[in-house]
């Protein structure tokens, strides 16, 4: 997953990183890398935190995610924090940085992970990864977060979403 993360951070880095004057140029690499790295480290201290049901509602298709969701607002903290230490910038101009590029990077996984054309992202993997948890019910998660049943109704709302679920690509 974080090589796909990279990826995704890369298409998205254009003004934030690349043409940020705040960024020397040799550095571009690093800051997509760390950036990557802290979006991933994130998602996975909201699974160990207990947040499992807000990270499948987060994915959700539909919803335009912004820096005042909560946990792409933690991401924001967590990535300015980290690049401004490791690559020797001012947190404001780190912070600058992360407030462009992450939610826009967050609503493209939201979009890719919902897409069912498109394989690069899928939420059972992404709830798998980031929890640690190989035997995660993510269909019973995602029937919770939809309102429904997983037993019952494990589609709950989701659609096209739960469609990926099982595998119908």
């Keep these: 997953m974080l090589d796909q993360l990279v990826k995704l951070v890369e298409q998205n880095a254009g003004s934030a990183i690349i043409n940020n004057k705040a960024i020397p140029n040799e550095q571009n690499n690093a800051a997509i890398q760390t950036v990557a790295q802290q979006i991933f480290s994130g998602l996975q201290s909201q699974a160990q935190g207990g947040n499992l049901q807000q990270l499948a509602g987060m994915f959700q298709g539909g919803k335009s995610l912004s820096a005042n969701n909560p946990i792409v607002n933690q991401l924001i903290s967590s990535v300015a924090a980290s690049v401004a230490s490791k690559l020797g910038i001012s947190q404001q101009a780190a912070a600058s940085m992360a407030s462009s590029l992450l939610p826009t990077v967050m609503n493209q996984l939201v979009k890719k992970t919902n897409d069912p054309k498109d394989s690069s992202f899928d939420l059972g993997s992404i709830m798998k990864t980031v929890s640690g948890n190989n035997n ?4 019973s998660l995602i029937g919770q977060v ?20 099982f595998g119908k690509k």
């Excluded at 429904?148 to 469609?163: H, M, Y």
Aim: aromatic share 0%.
């Design 136 to 139: 995660l019910d993510v269909t």
């Design 146 to 165: 939809a309102g429904g049943n997983a037993k019952s109704n494990p589609l709950g709302a989701l659609g096209g979403l739960a469609g990926k679920l």
